[in-house]
Nanobody
Framework: QVQLQESGPGLVKPSQTLSLSCTVS????????WSWIRQVPGKGLEWIGY???????YYSPSLENRTFISLDTSKNLSTLQLTSVTPEDTAVYFC????????????WGQGTQVTVSE
């Protein structure tokens, strides 16, 4: 089966860069769109962006100036970088596979909590 696992620091200081990794097993990262989504406590899900294994990249307009998603096909790995973070970026961050390229998420990681604080 396809499995995704997020990893990275759980605490990031304001103004620094949030960096998370998503390891994928059971599927080639070259064949689908790989998204990052977050959930602020008490709020709904917010899509951050996606990158196709061999194709296009797209970021949410509200975050695109601070977002960078990269894929390492040799390691089956997706990396999210979010710069200049503030406490409002505190959330649970998920990676997910998008089978169709428009939000058809069929596999998700369990999510990882990231807190932005001194």
């Amino acid at each position: 089966q396809v499995q995704l696992q997020e990893s990275g620091p759980g605490l990031v200081k304001p103004s620094q860069t949030l960096s998370l990794s998503c390891t994928v097993s059971g599927a080639s990262i070259r064949s689908y769109w790989w998204s990052w989504i977050r959930q602020v406590p008490g709020k709904g899900l917010e899509w951050i962006g996606y990158k196709h294994g061999i194709g296009n990249t797209y970021y949410s307009p509200s975050l695109e100036n601070r977002t960078f998603i990269s894929l390492d096909t040799s390691k089956n790995l997706s990396t999210l970088q979010l710069t200049s973070v503030t406490p409002e970026d505190t959330a649970v961050y998920f990676c997910a596979r998008d089978r169709e390229g428009w939000g058809s998420f069929d596999y998700w990681g369990q999510g990882t909590q990231v807190t932005v604080s001194e």
